[in-house]
């Protein structure tokens, strides 16, 4: 793991305790909901070890739909459930290995500046539990198989802008890490870390 990546590990703990000292003071709230829509962009950001990365693998972008559903806890703080599901192509350079299906829910604990204004920006911090499934990968003839799941920390930034009494529009972005190990004829194959960026915008209404 890299020094970003450990500095990024080590601040959520700090973040969530920044949150919690927040909402000691905070007005309770009547548990409102939130529930968005977006379309989201998912640019892998991809480092490969052993032969993976000696074959300069890669993973592609895609655009898919996302849905995430916001619970107030407090007028300030919210818990934010994540779900979206995207397919990648993973190539080398002797051309393209094949698709694979991503899952990464995510649970994020959120402040909120501004709470009651109709320009929302917001931060979050929080985890990801990655399946892989439906996988297609191979190199030549042989099946590549591939570890199912990991878990990773997650972050976020994003801003609501009210249009209506409970209607807003949304921009978003997040960073997830996720990996997954290698494996073909029994070999080892090396690491795949994805850590995609996620850019999404959308609409979204509040219950």
Same mark, same amino acid.
């Given at each position: 793991m890299n020094k970003i990546n450990k500095h990024l590990l080590l601040a959520i703990p700090l973040v969530f305790t920044i949150l919690f000292i927040t909402t000691l003071s905070a007005q309770a709230d009547q548990g409102d909901i939130l529930a968005r829509v977006r379309a989201i962009s998912i640019q892998p950001d991809v480092s490969a070890g052993g032969t993976l990365g000696t074959l300069g693998?890669?993973?592609k972008n895609a655009v898919v739909p996302e849905l995430d559903f916001v619970y107030m806890v407090r007028p300030n703080i919210g818990l934010?459930?994540?779900?979206?599901?995207?397919?990648?192509?993973?190539?080398?350079? %002797? &051309?393209?290995?094949?698709?694979?299906?991503?899952? @990464? @829910?995510?649970?994020?604990?959120?402040?909120?500046?501004?709470a009651a204004g109709?320009?929302?920006p917001y931060v979050g911090a929080g985890l990801n539990y990655t399946l892989f499934y439906n996988n297609g990968l191979h190199a030549?003839?042989? @099946?590549?198989s591939i570890k199912n799941s990991s878990f990773g920390p997650a972050i976020q930034a994003g801003v609501d802008v009210q249009v209506a009494h409970n209607l807003f529009v949304?921009?978003?972005?997040?960073?997830?890490?996720?990996?997954?190990? $290698?494996? $073909? &004829? &029994? %070999?080892?194959l090396g690491s795949l870390k994805i850590d995609p960026l996620i850019v999404g915008i959308g609409v979204g209404m509040r219950f």
């Open positions: 693998t890669g993973v934010d459930l994540i779900l979206a599901t995207s397919r990648h192509q993973v190539t080398s350079n %002797a &051309g393209t290995l094949g698709g694979v299906n991503v899952l @990464p @829910p995510t649970l994020l604990l959120q402040y909120y500046f501004n109709k320009i929302r030549g003839d042989t @099946p590549v949304n921009a978003d972005i997040k960073k997830i890490w996720m990996r997954t190990d $290698a494996y $073909a &004829g &029994g %070999a080892s």
